[in-house]
């Protein structure tokens, strides 16, 4: 009989993503004690603004899912005995019992916190840390996996970039030994989707409160109509996968705010579509990246790349290219990336 491992979770942020991973623990369990023996506890959840319960034991996923979704809170979580109320992010980071912090708090692009914060907590407190969250990637990705490195734990954030279509797995394990020169796709399910959406005749405005209602868009969406989240990708891959040390502010950035039904329109009229492309590339020593509205003939493999699906082309020196197309935002979608991380995780000796 094989013995089952469980591995402990405290959950940093209960929106789109965290409520999303809860639903997939909860509908998968016995799949996943099956399969890959393991059984996943959640025995923390802390958000800033719903509330925060821990419990040494795990928490009720079904009562955490019912709660929050009846109040938009966790205070009407049921009264258990060892049942702890109250504690704010960093305690529930050092003080829990968790193997692993699950980073899902709202990204800042700008200046990364709270969330560098938690993530050196957690590595400090020798916990893993899985991240969908791109700002400490984004920002400090080198002084976190150095840290996480000194301590022994792993630093896990696929779901940084195209959500769980796995790009940086991809990019890092399936093309080990290539050397990848360029990176060139749509990085943004939010501006994609609304793109599309305009070429169907909608407005601007009631694609993206579509693209919100869907869980697509950031908490402040400006991030993507801005390409600021775009960029922030840019940056993981070019720092992650190809070795740069970039900025966010070093990315050449335009977001789609600009575009209007009429440049829709003309495009369409003349047989192209408007996508906002990232592209990552070296550049004398150095390595660059920029986000910007692109015309693209229909007959480009990008221009078929429709909603919030993403896409994306490495150009490599053994292989040429290689084209990842697939789910770039999503409640389900996301916290997929975070359970192949946990997988990745408890597979390791
Ligand atoms: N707001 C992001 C997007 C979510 O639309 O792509 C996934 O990173």
């Known amino acids: 009989m094989t013995t089952l491992r469980v591995h402990r979770l405290a959950l940093i942020g209960f929106g789109t993503v965290g409520q999303g991973l809860v639903e997939i623990l909860q509908s998968k369990q016995a799949e996943l004690a099956g399969r890959y023996g393991v059984q996943f506890h959640v025995v923390a959840v802390s958000d800033l603004l719903k509330g925060s319960l821990y419990h040494p034991n795990g928490l009720d996923l079904n009562a955490l899912l019912n709660t929050v979704r009846r109040t938009g809170r966790l205070d009407d979580y049921p009264a258990v005995p060892g049942l702890q109320r109250g504690w704010d992010s960093l305690t529930t980071i050092r003080h829990s019992n968790a193997h692993t912090v699950v980073e899902v708090s709202w990204t800042d692009v700008q200046t990364g916190q709270p969330a560098i914060s938690h993530v050196r907590a957690a590595f400090e407190a020798g916990k893993h840390a899985v991240l969908t969250n791109k700002g400490p990637v984004a920002l400090a990705y080198r002084e976190l996996a150095d840290l996480a490195v000194a301590r022994g734990v792993q630093f896990r954030f696929e779901g940084t970039v195209m959500s769980g ?185």
């Open 165 to 349: 279509t796995p790009t940086i797995r991809l990019a890092r394990q399936a093309l080990a030994g290539c050397d990848i020169l360029e990176i060139k796709g749509i990085l943004n399910g939010t501006t994609n989707f609304i793109l599309t959406r305009m070429e169907e005749g909608h407005s601007y405005a009631d694609a993206l409160a579509e693209a919100q209602r869907l869980g697509y868009a950031e908490a402040d969406p400006t991030a993507d109509v801005e390409g600021w989240d775009a960029a922030g990708k840019a940056v993981i891959l070019a720092n992650v996968v190809m070795g740069g040390s970039l900025r966010v502010a070093d990315v050449d950035r335009t977001g789609i705010s600009g575009l209007t039904q009429e440049d829709v329109a003309a495009a369409r009229a003349a047989g192209e579509r408007w996508k906002l492309i990232a592209r990552v590339w070296r550049e004398g020593g150095a390595v660059r990246a920029s986000v910007k509205p692109t015309r693209l003939p229909l007959s480009h493999p990008l221009a078929g790349v429709g909603g919030p699906i993403n896409a994306c082309t490495f150009t490599t020196d053994l292989l040429g290219e290689v084209t990842l197309v697939g789910p770039g935002a999503g409640r389900i979608e996301t916290g997929y990336a975070v359970l192949g991380d946990l997988l990745d995780i408890v597979a390791r000796p």
